[in-house]
């Protein structure tokens, strides 16, 4: 299996790609490929809301020519997609977020009956971490979810990491969770 991580974090040797190492690690080890696309290197522009995308149904017709285009391309070729965020003011950072609002290109007469989307049935999971507990970083996970449903993708896991201040504060238990969360992602998508 082919797997697709979009790291969101400017952080890039941070809490969040310090477990989401982890957890590439044990994909690798359990023998699938590993493709990290580090998102806040790249250029990509906020969605324009022009709609000329959902025009087009077999492929991405995004109007703006910028690094979302590759990075969609990649997610449609990856056989699971692992989302890896921080959480900045209760959501995604604006880089990471910028590529979500762009995935509106994969999907056509959203909405209506018949809707589609180039993601249909793909797994996608995501990975969080904060600073506080779960219950106050909740509406990442709830927006997530949304995105998923939208994409018509299937949602395979979440792992939410708290107490992630610093990354020389970090415990050889909580990079343990990326591990942990890799096999869970994996037994689920072959499951289905």
């Known amino acids: 299996m082919d797997i697709l991580t979009l790291l969101g974090s400017p952080r890039a040797k941070g809490n969040t790609a310090q477990i989401l190492d982890t957890a590439e690690s044990e994909f690798g080890r ?3 490929g590993v493709h990290r696309i580090h998102v806040t290197r790249k250029k990509i522009g ?4 022009c709609n000329a995308c ?3 149904s077999d492929r991405i017709a995004c109007v703006q020519k910028d690094d979302a285009i590759e990075t ?8 699971m997609i692992l989302f890896a965020t921080p959480v900045y003011y209760w959501g995604m950072p604006a880089q990471l977020k910028a590529l979500v ?9 959203y909405g209506e009956p018949g ?15 904060g600073g506080g507990v779960y219950e106050n970083n909740v509406l990442v996970f709830s927006a997530f979810q949304k995105t998923a449903k939208a994409l018509q993708a299937r949602l395979v896991g979440e792992l939410h990491v708290d107490e ?12 343990h969770q990326g591990k942990v969360f890799a096999r869970h992602l994996l037994e689920q998508t072959a499951s289905n």
């Open 30 to 32: 359990q023998g699938h």
């Open 46 to 49: 906020g969605c324009l809301g």
């Open 54 to 56: 959902r025009k087009v």
């Open 72 to 79: 969609l391309q990649a997610m449609l070729d990856a056989d």
């Open 101 to 109: 609002d762009r995935t509106n290109a994969l999907i056509t007469r």
């Open 115 to 129: 809707q589609t989307s180039l993601l249909r049935g793909k797994p996608v999971a995501l990975l969080a971490t």
């Open 164 to 175: 992630c201040t610093e990354p020389a504060d970090m415990t050889a238990e909580t990079r």
